[in-house]
Nanobody, 116 residues
């Protein structure tokens, strides 16, 4: 069973930065696409950013230019660097791993709270 463990969430003021990490229990060669999703209270879960095994990235319009997803295949870890955070970024952030395209595995989530 693949496990994904997130870390790095917390409380930050608007304009600040946070870096999320997600460590996988299997080799990155097993997981094709690693992604970050988020879910705010009362809203549906949404894709924030994704990165393929080869390094191709994709971002939601709301975070382009502020967030950066990266992947260290030697450490089986994916990161989400979040800069210029806004209160609207407040959500539980989930790491997801896909064997092909759609997520097969999910982390437990980490809370990110941005105060105004």
């Amino acid at each position: 069973q693949v496990q994904l463990v997130e870390s790095g969430g917390g409380l930050v003021q608007a304009g600040g930065s946070l870096r999320l990490s997600c460590a996988a229990s299997v080799s990155s060669s097993v997981i094709n696409v690693m992604s970050w999703y988020r879910q705010a209270p009362g809203k549906q879960r949404e894709l924030v950013a994704s990165i393929s095994r080869g390094g191709t990235t994709n971002y939601a319009d709301a975070v382009k230019g502020r967030f950066t997803i990266s992947r260290d295949n030697t450490k089986n870890t994916v990161y989400l660097q979040m800069n210029s955070l806004k209160p609207d970024d407040t959500a539980v952030y989930y790491c997801a791993g896909a064997l092909f395209l759609a997520p097969n595995y999910w982390g437990q989530g980490t809370q990110v709270t941005v105060s105004s």
